[in-house]
């Protein structure tokens, strides 16, 4: 009961909905995704479906489905992070499109790691991802990250392991990178640490 209180005042707008919609949105998570009451994620799961309408739903789980993703894959997901059921349609497509035909990663690998769904690719993963295949291919690093684990550390901390000790190593993509953060709101730490 107290977990319930929580939400309502941390998230008043669930109160604007009917008792109905509320009780239609947590019997789905625990019929449906299979997600139990005791979940530390249940109620993030239950504000999550309460703010989809029942088609916007089903074309998000059915572009999961046309990527090979079985109903267990999207339930692990979902119980996992449900706010993967928030983003758009274009960015599951474009974000499925990069994981599993790009790098070849299995629904399965996915839905264990669902933060990597979240987030942004163009900000985040496909550099750092840039950035690791190249130490691979030139052979700079011994123990070789998983990208879900490149993409956990902050932005100061990647570039500290990363970047900087190889800074001669690949000038182009330093100088790249430098552009690219200078317009960031990190700028002023990254040139700290560049000069």
Known sequence: ???ILKAFHRHPRLLLNSPEWIEK?????????????????????VQVLVSLDESKL????????????SDSDICL????????????????????KFFMNEL???????ATRAPLLKLSLEKRIMPR????????????????????????YSELDFQKKYV?????????????LHDDYKSAKLASMFSSLWN
């Open 164 to 176: 900087l000790p190889f800074r001669e190593k690949m000038p182009e993509m330093f100088i790249q």
């Open 77 to 96: 997901m979902v119980q996992k992070l449900p706010y993967c059921l928030t983003s758009s349609e274009a960015k599951i497509r474009t974000t499925l």
């Open 104 to 110: 070849g990663y299995e629904p399965n690998y996915l």
């Open 25 to 45: 949105a947590v019997n789905r998570l625990e019929k449906d995704f299979h997600m139990p009451l005791s979940s530390g994620m249940f109620l993030h799961g």
């Open 129 to 152: 991802n840039e950035i690791l295949k190249f130490l691979k291919e030139n052979q700079l690093v011994k123990r070789w990250p998983s990208l879900y684990t490149a993409v956990s």
């Open 58 to 69: 089903e074309r998000k789980l059915h572009i999961y489905r046309s990527f090979g993703w």
């Open 1 to 3: 009961m107290a977990d």
